[in-house]
């Protein structure tokens, strides 16, 4: 085999990949043809007893629109949409008909999957200088009008929906349980850091649905106090039978204030890392364990023989660290109120933690958003891509017994009678 074949320039591979996205196009284009020739026809037979004042037909083909590219998720594919004539009706009772495709709308250039392509792209670290590169490479050089301008297109869209949802009703809407946390982030034209205050509530149905994502002061009690009146004032009159969070202090007053009946469940993982930031680096192996036996223990009096025996252990060397467990006690067992199948969902507020983990990556690649406004809108689009993927509660079936007031003890549903 000679030098030249080991190094032709005709990759097979490339080549392969090459002729089947032609294939696919070619695929794409031909079955959009056929639904659009289908479209058309059955709008035709719907008025073909319909007649002009000369007797003709009303409403027939006529011929093509001119042909124009759509980009879709095979690249870009030419389609030509058939042209459909409507001559005004010789009874001047009966409405002319007019003709609109709901498969090609008017003005279309991008399918769905594409615009919503770019907004994950953006959000998963692709700068705006580097879309064109990005794109092409997903949907082949002839990518059209998806350069950095789009993106800052699509960002003023995006503060737009933003405000939008943050204005909706939340009328008739009620949630079992709340999980609060505040999320810092950068901001490139401004002195201070951004803390986005955000809350997912657990619905009837067991659904994790994104709350509220609002601008606030740090984590203070004014700011989660204005984010909970605002969701009082827009429908929200049940309040949460729970509330999960660090301890943030701000959260805490506030939902006392606004939600006085709400409980609070501090978070299981904030505490643990409190606790062994505390204690020195050959003690926290063992602390982590022992911290673990409280919240994984059956019933809430095996949990508080685990918590005092850690307190007995650790007290008198690091009295912080013991400390630091003691304050929280009732707030750290509150789970135990509620259905056995909830805690592993109760314990930890997991769900802003991983979800946002994103965004901080994201911020980190652009060294911050431009302007709050901007990290608002990227906070509540890439929420609610996530949100997409957020698993139900388990045991959902009882969480209308959390909402209707009924007793639960170490995770067990009490007898009314009882």
Known sequence: ????????????AETTKDVLSTII???????????FDAEVDAFVSEYSELRDER???AVV???????????TGVGSVPVQQPRVRVRPPGNATVPAPHFQSKILPPYLRRTRSIEELLPWLYLKGISTGGYQEALAALLGPDAPGLSSTTIVRLKKVWEEEYEQWRCRSLEGKRFAYVWADGIYFNVRLEDDRACILVLIGATEDGEKELLAVHDGVRESEQSWRELLIDLKTRGLE????????DGALGFWKAVRKVFPSTRGQRCWT????????KLPKRQQPEAKRRLQEIWMAATKDEAGTAFDSFIKVYEPKYPKAAACLVKDREELLAFYSFPAEHWRHLRTTN?????????????????????????LAMVFKLAQSAQKGWRRLNGRDQIVHVIHGVQFKDGIKQDVAA
């Open 238 to 245: 049940c309040a949460p039978e729970l509330a999960v969070g």
């Open 61 to 71: 083909r006529n011929g093509f629109l001119p042909e124009r590219p759509v980009m």
């Open 270 to 277: 904030h505490k643990t890392a409190n606790i062994l930031n």
């Open 25 to 35: 196009r070619q695929g794409a284009r031909r079955l959009l043809a056929a639904a």
């Open 55 to 57: 007797g003709r037909r």
């Open 1 to 12: 085999m000679t030098e030249a074949t080991l190094h032709s320039p005709l990759d097979p």
């Open 351 to 375: 769900p802003i933690e991983s979800t946002f983990a994103t965004v901080r990556l994201r911020t980190s690649k652009t060294k911050g958003c431009g302007s709050r406004a901007a990290t």
